[in-house]
C-alpha cells in the first residue's frame, strides 16, 4: 500500500474528493481520504502505481504539496540535512560576503553552482578566497544578524528526535555556523567545511577534504550503517546540486524549495509549505509536534 499526502494552507473536502478522483482515473485504487490536520494535510491510501500517483496529483491543486511514497515506511529513523537555504533561510557565505561588500559577486557563484551548473568545490574555493582578509569577528556578527531558523525546523527535528529518529546536518557551509544552528534546531551533531583563520583574519582558504557532495552521501549511508535501520527508513533534504547524492539515496529524498535540477531528480519536492511539511508526510498530527 501507499499513501499520498496532501499539505496546503486551505484545503478542502472537495479537494480531496478530487484528488480521489484523479488516483482513480490513473489506475491507482484510491481509498478514503483522511485528514491529519483539517484544512492544513490529509491522506489517501491507494494500492497501485505510485508514480502514477505522483503525476495525477502534483500541481493539481494550487498552493498544495504532494508527497507519495509506501505507507509502510513513512515513519522514518533518520534525517540528514543540508543547511543553507535548507534548515536556515539564507546562505551564509552570501552574508559573510555582503560584510565585504562584495555580495553579489558571490551570490551569482553560489546560484550558479547550486543549480549544478559549476563544480561546488571548485567554486566554494573561488568564493572563500575572496574573503581573505575579512575580520573574524563578522562571523559572530552575521551569524547573530543574518542567519534565521526556517519555520518548521525545530519541529521536525524536535518530533522526529522524541520519536527515535537521529538528526544530522552536513552542510557545504563551515563549521562556525553550522554548529550554532545544529545547536538550536536540535540536531545530534553537525558536519561542515571549517573557515581558517590566521591572526583574526580570514586567509581565503577552507580546510580540506572540502564537504561537498560525496560527504554528504557518504554521511547518510553511515548514519543508516551505524543505526542499523533499513534505507527506506531514512529521509534526506537540500535544494542543491550538491545534495542530488544524498537525496537519491534516501528512503524518501526531498528537493525543499530547491534549484530545478534538483526537483526533478527527486522522490518529492516541497515547493510550497514549510519544513513541518515532512511531519505531515511522516503522519504527524499537529498535535504530535515537539517544537
Same mark, same amino acid.
Given at each position: 500500500?501507499?499513501?499520498?499526502?496532501?499539505?496546503?494552507?486551505?484545503?478542502?473536502?472537495?479537494?480531496?474528493?478530487?484528488?480521489?478522483?484523479?488516483?482513480?482515473?490513473?489506475?491507482?485504487?484510491?481509498?478514503?481520504?483522511?485528514?491529519?490536520?483539517?484544512?492544513?494535510?490529509?491522506?489517501?491510501?491507494?494500492?497501485?502505481?505510485?508514480?502514477?500517483?505522483?503525476?495525477?496529483?502534483?500541481?493539481?491543486?494550487?498552493?498544495?504539496?504532494?508527497?507519495?511514497?509506501?505507507?509502510?515506511?513513512?515513519?522514518?529513523?533518520?534525517?540528514?540535512?543540508?543547511?543553507?537555504?535548507?534548515?536556515?533561510?539564507?546562505?551564509?557565505?552570501?552574508?559573510?560576503?555582503?560584510?565585504?561588500?562584495?555580495?553579489?559577486?558571490?551570490?551569482?557563484?553560489?546560484?550558479?553552482?547550486?543549480?549544478?551548473?559549476?563544480?561546488?568545490?571548485?567554486?566554494?574555493?573561488?568564493?572563500?578566497?575572496?574573503?581573505?582578509?575579512?575580520?573574524?569577528?563578522?562571523?559572530?556578527?552575521?551569524?547573530?544578524?543574518?542567519?534565521?531558523?526556517?519555520?518548521?525546523?525545530?519541529?521536525?527535528?524536535?518530533?522526529?528526535?522524541?520519536?527515535?529518529?537521529?538528526?544530522?546536518?552536513?552542510?557545504?557551509?563551515?563549521?562556525?555556523?553550522?554548529?550554532?544552528?545544529?545547536?538550536?534546531?536540535?540536531?545530534?551533531?553537525?558536519?561542515?567545511?571549517?573557515?581558517?583563520?590566521?591572526?583574526?583574519?580570514?586567509?581565503?582558504?577552507?580546510?580540506?577534504?572540502?564537504?561537498?557532495?560525496?560527504?554528504?552521501?557518504?554521511?547518510?549511508?553511515?548514519?543508516?550503517?551505524?543505526?542499523?535501520?533499513? +534505507?527506506?527508513?531514512?529521509?534526506?533534504?537540500?535544494?542543491?546540486?550538491?545534495?542530488?547524492?544524498?537525496?537519491?539515496?534516501?528512503?524518501?529524498?526531498?528537493?525543499?524549495?530547491?534549484?530545478?535540477?534538483?526537483?526533478?531528480?527527486?522522490?518529492?519536492?516541497?515547493?510550497?509549505?514549510?519544513? +513541518?511539511?515532512?511531519?505531515?508526510?511522516?503522519?504527524?498530527?499537529?498535535?504530535?509536534?515537539?517544537?
Amino acid at each position: 500500500m501507499f499513501t499520498a499526502t496532501l499539505i496546503g494552507d486551505a484545503l478542502t473536502g472537495g479537494d480531496l474528493s478530487a484528488a480521489a478522483d484523479r488516483l482513480a482515473a490513473a489506475g491507482c485504487a484510491p481509498g478514503a481520504a483522511a485528514w491529519l490536520d483539517e484544512g492544513a494535510a490529509a491522506d489517501i491510501g491507494f494500492a497501485d502505481d505510485p508514480a502514477a500517483a505522483r503525476q495525477a496529483l502534483e500541481g493539481a491543486f494550487a498552493g498544495t504539496d504532494v508527497v507519495v511514497q509506501p505507507t509502510a515506511t513513512r515513519r522514518k529513523r533518520l534525517i540528514v540535512a543540508d543547511m543553507d537555504s535548507t534548515m536556515i533561510t539564507v546562505e551564509c557565505i552570501d552574508e559573510l560576503a555582503d560584510y565585504a561588500g562584495i555580495k553579489a559577486e558571490v551570490a551569482a557563484v553560489t546560484e550558479a553552482a547550486m543549480r549544478g551548473e559549476l563544480d561546488f568545490e571548485g567554486a566554494l574555493d573561488a568564493r572563500v578566497a575572496l574573503l581573505a582578509g575579512l575580520d573574524e569577528r563578522v562571523i559572530a556578527q552575521c551569524l547573530a544578524e543574518r542567519v534565521h531558523i526556517m519555520p518548521g525546523a525545530r519541529a521536525l527535528v524536535g518530533t522526529m528526535r522524541a520519536n527515535g529518529a537521529e538528526a544530522v546536518l552536513v552542510s557545504g557551509g563551515f563549521t562556525r555556523f553550522a554548529e550554532p544552528v545544529a545547536a538550536a534546531i536540535g540536531f545530534s551533531r553537525a558536519i561542515a567545511n571549517v573557515l581558517l583563520i590566521e591572526d583574526g583574519k580570514l586567509t581565503g582558504t577552507v580546510a580540506k577534504p572540502i564537504v561537498g557532495s560525496a560527504t554528504k552521501e557518504e554521511t547518510l549511508l553511515a548514519a543508516i550503517a551505524a543505526g542499523g535501520i533499513d +534505507s527506506a527508513l531514512s529521509l534526506a533534504v537540500g535544494d542543491g546540486a550538491n545534495d542530488l547524492a544524498m537525496i537519491r539515496r534516501a528512503g524518501l529524498g526531498v528537493a525543499y524549495h530547491a534549484k530545478p535540477i534538483v526537483a526533478a531528480a527527486a522522490a518529492a519536492r516541497i515547493d510550497h509549505g514549510d519544513l +513541518s511539511a515532512l511531519l505531515y508526510a511522516q503522519g504527524y498530527r499537529r498535535t504530535d509536534w515537539v517544537a
